[in-house]
């Protein structure tokens, strides 16, 4: 049994008026414990209304989400603890910080789990450097920070609650490229020292395949595939289809294989295609 | 060569409230009629200021600013002469929620003719055209809030075209849609700069729209570091990677199988080309073995 | 949801209402409330009743939208039929149970009154919401205020005003749903305790969203000076809003329905012999 799993889950928007408009449809997954996982899917595949799904803020219209073999949604009033467990990180949860300070805002949700005083700063400490910040912030207001700041402090406000399941939408929305590799770089640490699951949802194939150990794909609300990225992105061909293009050295291989150059289907980061180009390359020089 | 359209004469800038640290350094650069510019550098390099001054939201400190031949800095500039440069110098924005003003399409398109006074039929006149070249006619009379990101980027565009600008500067446009939305909103903004000669000027930090580029000026601690032609830029990896920026994937394989002593020429940016090369390549050893 | 919610019933269309000038629809719309008020007898009233069927029948408005935007307000109609119908003291004793007294005057007020609400709304509803879009109603009210100028009053920033505002609605309401469950997801809890908890809950959401309507107006503001606004001074507009064959035929409609009600009044029908 896994710690998080979906059981024929769908969700229906607006069920029983003219707008009805079916989000997800019957997926059912267990998800890898410990590891990364990344969501992706053409906008409007579900993968909002999925993740919402797994901390209990959308019920399934029919389905079961099970957390450690229990129905998140069978009694209501566990729903609030079990947010505490599933964390979930929105798009730009910068807009949503409001306490005066730093330390405040961050403190808010282990506040909200009742932790004592001295355990809610000590768990805001261990948020804010696992997210790169100098603990000088944490007087400061978080409204005076620059927006990639204010991005990690919003994170921290989630790591704090030292969820098992980490999810997280679209992390590094509108960071620039180094700012987007520390982000992901630091919640990579976060996972591994707390030894949680991290679910992460991203438009960036490149990012999906440097970082997630597991992909889900999903497609017009369906679960196309659960899988390693190189299950996934051995069929780039497929993904096209859904409107999602593999990284960038995929197509590159892709291409090179139809002008009948031997290499793997299944490269997806640039190590492995520097590496099996240069082999093809040598392998000329070799044969001969 | 083409004439100067936007030339700026050691620029600086400072905000008011920090410390007086400068956010622009002696920034000078000129803009050709017709160019297709990108100003690249990561957040807080200074680029998006330095766009708000070409548009007169913000003023310089020093230095000055020639929009066409008028030097917009000149503080006895005229109300009709702060518009004209207003409508020749639009501006997109980076939150698409945040720029349309009218409930329906069509009214929002109309908003800046109507502003300068343009008569009604010939507004209706350029909302059906600016509408058109974006590729939103359809939706003319709908609302655009129940609109997808990149659809109301182009709407915004559309705005700024009724205003028949000569150059538009797009500040970090694409930064907050998705793969489908950038795609469409990088399409127009090529066509644009293609089909009607419009001067763009396209403000980022996303490499795979540097690349459609004419030329490439990399901002760093608002300072201009680098300018040239996005190959020029790109072969030049480790510097844009000290910045905090990075190289398209296919440059970065190029560039190391390159490094590994494979013959590829400079310049290959996207994976068509690079694939092109790197099988010439192989296919040459493959002959010359044999 | 909050996101369910609908703004701006506006309904694209081209029936008479659709093409009528927005400033005709404002007065007439008043006219109508007034010729509702002055309905005094049981034919004025079942003529009131036909008008609005035959009016939303005009618009082509479904039925059944007209009647669901109707739910908001069912409470009120109920309240005050069941005033009506417990506290009207009559003639005609019909029903009496303790002190409970139920008069068939109270009766027929009471459906008077529902059949004035509903004809009001409808009524309203299908002249100014549904057939004229929020843009059109603020630009003829801007017009018709226009004299209103003369004396320094800011007519146009006021409806200016107006059209941001609704322009901004369903972005504020999307806005406010997501904060809300950004601020669930931290173990807020909006739903249970008193007024003064909940209040106190809600503080995590209204800052940020004030926050964020706050960097809204500014980002809008520097995007609408970009595009040449200073204000309402030497502005044109797109459509330009004239009197014509659909306004004439709407006006003469209205005062025919006007005199019907006047005087269906004056004829006798008593319903309590």
């Known amino acids: ?288 | 060569m083409a004439e100067t359209f936007i030339r700026t004469e050691g620029l600086c800038f400072s905000y008011k409230d920090d410390e007086g640290r400068p956010i622009l350094h002696n920034i000078n650069i000129d803009i050709k009629r017709g160019e297709f510019l990108c100003i690249l550098g990561r957040n807080g390099s200074g680029k998006s200021t330095f766009a708000k001054l070409l548009n007169m939201i913000l003023t310089p400190d020093a230095g000055k600013i020639y929009v066409d031949g008028v030097d917009i800095t000149d503080p006895g500039l005229t109300e009709e002469q702060i518009m004209e440069v207003r409508r020749k110098v639009g501006m997109v924005f980076q939150n698409p929620d945040n720029q349309l003003v009218a409930t329906i399409v069509e009214e929002d398109v109309a908003f800046g003719p109507e502003n300068m006074g343009v008569p009604s039929d010939e507004i209706r006149e350029r909302v059906d055209r600016a509408l058109e070249t974006v590729g939103m006619t359809e939706y003319a009379r709908h609302s655009p809030s129940r609109l997808s990101g990149g659809q109301k980027q182009r709407i915004a565009i559309a705005g700024i075209l009724a205003m028949m600008p000569e150059c538009i500067i797009f500040d970090e446009s694409t930064a907050m849609l998705d793969p489908h939305g950038r795609h469409e909103v990088m399409e127009t903004i090529d066509r644009l700069n293609e089909m009607r000669s419009l001067t763009v000027i396209a403000i980022t930090h996303n490499m795979d729209e540097a690349i459609l580029a004419d030329r490439i000026a990399v901002m760093d601690g608002g300072r201009i570091v680098m300018d040239g032609s996005p190959a020029e830029i790109f072969s030049r990896e480790e510097e844009l990677t000290a910045m905090g920026l990075g190289v398209p994937q296919a440059a970065m394989l190029a560039n190391r199988l390159r490094r590994a002593g494979m013959d590829l020429p400079e310049g290959l940016l996207d994976e068509r080309s690079a694939a092109d090369a790197i099988a010439s390549a192989i296919n040459a050893r493959k002959r010359q073995g044999t | 949801m909050l996101k369910d919610i609908t703004l701006g019933q506006y309904f694209p269309g081209d029936s008479v209402f659709h093409r009528a000038d927005p400033r005709a629809k404002i007065i007439l719309g008043i006219v109508f409330i007034v010729a509702v008020f002055l309905a005094d007898s049981p034919l004025s009233y079942a003529f009131l009743l036909l008008s609005t069927v035959l009016m939303i029948a005009v618009s082509r408005i479904p039925f059944k939208t007209v009647l669901r935007s109707m739910r908001a307000l069912i409470f009120i109609i109920i309240f005050t039929s069941v005033i009506n119908i417990f506290w009207t003291r009559g003639e005609h004793l019909i029903f009496e149970w303790k002190f409970i007294h139920i008069y068939r005057e109270g009766l027929t007020f009471a459906a008077y009154m529902v059949i004035r609400i509903t004809c009001l709304l409808c009524g309203t509803g299908v002249m100014l919401s549904y057939t004229t879009s929020p843009i059109a109603l603020t630009d003829g009210l801007e017009q018709l205020l226009s004299p209103l100028k003369k004396i320094k009053l800011p007519v146009h920033e006021f409806s200016m005003m107006m059209t941001i505002a609704l322009r901004f609605i369903p972005t504020l309401i999307e806005e406010t749903d997501k904060i809300m469950s950004a601020q669930r997801s931290r173990g807020a809890d909006l739903s249970s305790g008193g007024l003064i908890r909940r209040a106190k809950a809600l503080i995590p959401v209204l800052i940020p969203l004030f926050v964020s309507a706050f960097r809204r107006a500014d980002d809008l503001a520097v995007a609408m000076e970009c595009r040449c606004y200073h204000g309402g001074e030497g502005r044109t507009r797109m459509n330009k809003l004239h009197f014509g064959l659909a306004d004439l035929a709407l006006t003469l409609a209205f005062a025919a329905f006007t005199a019907g009600i006047v005087l269906l009044n004056k004829v006798p029908l008593n319903v309590f012999n």
């Open chain 1, 1 to 288: 049994m896994s710690k998080l799993e979906l059981e024929n889950v769908s969700f229906v928007y607006g069920k029983g008026t003219p707008f009805e408009k079916a989000a997800v449809k019957n997926v059912s997954v267990s998800f890898d414990e410990q590891a990364t996982i990344g969501v992706i899917g053409h906008t409007g595949s579900g993968k909002s209304t999925l993740v919402q799904m797994l901390n209990g803020l959308y019920k399934p219209t029919s389905g079961r989400v099970l957390f450690n073999g229990k129905d998140i949604n069978e009694n209501k009033k566990d729903l609030r603890s079990l947010r505490f467990k599933v964390g979930l990180v929105f798009q730009y949860p910068e807009y949503q910080l409001f306490e005066e300070t730093v330390e405040k805002d961050v403190g808010y949700g282990p506040k909200n789990m009742g932790l004592p005083a001295e355990e809610i700063a000590a768990r805001v400490r261990r948020a804010v450097e696992f997210t790169g910040l100098d603990l000088s912030v944490l007087q400061k207001s978080p409204f005076e920070l620059s927006g990639g700041q204010k991005r990690r402090v919003a994170i921290a406000g989630v790591l704090a609650m030292e969820p098992e399941v980490l999810i997280l939408d679209e992390p590094a929305a509108g960071l620039d490229p180094a700012g987007r590799e520390t982000i992901l770089g630091e919640i990579e640490n976060w996972r591994r020292a707390n030894g949680a699951t991290v679910i992460v949802v991203s438009h960036s194939m490149e990012e999906i395949a440097n970082h997630c150990d597991r992909i889900l794909v999903l497609n017009k609300g369906e679960l196309y595939k659960y899988g390693t990225p190189k299950e996934i992105f051995g069929e780039s061909e497929r993904l096209s289809e859904f409107g999602l293009e593999a990284p960038q050295v995929t197509r590159l291989c892709n291409l090179l294989r139809e002008k009948g150059i031997a290499l793997p289907r299944d490269i997806y980061t640039v190590d492995d295609a520097f590496g099996a180009i240069e082999a093809a390359f040598k392998g000329v020089g070799a044969d001969a």
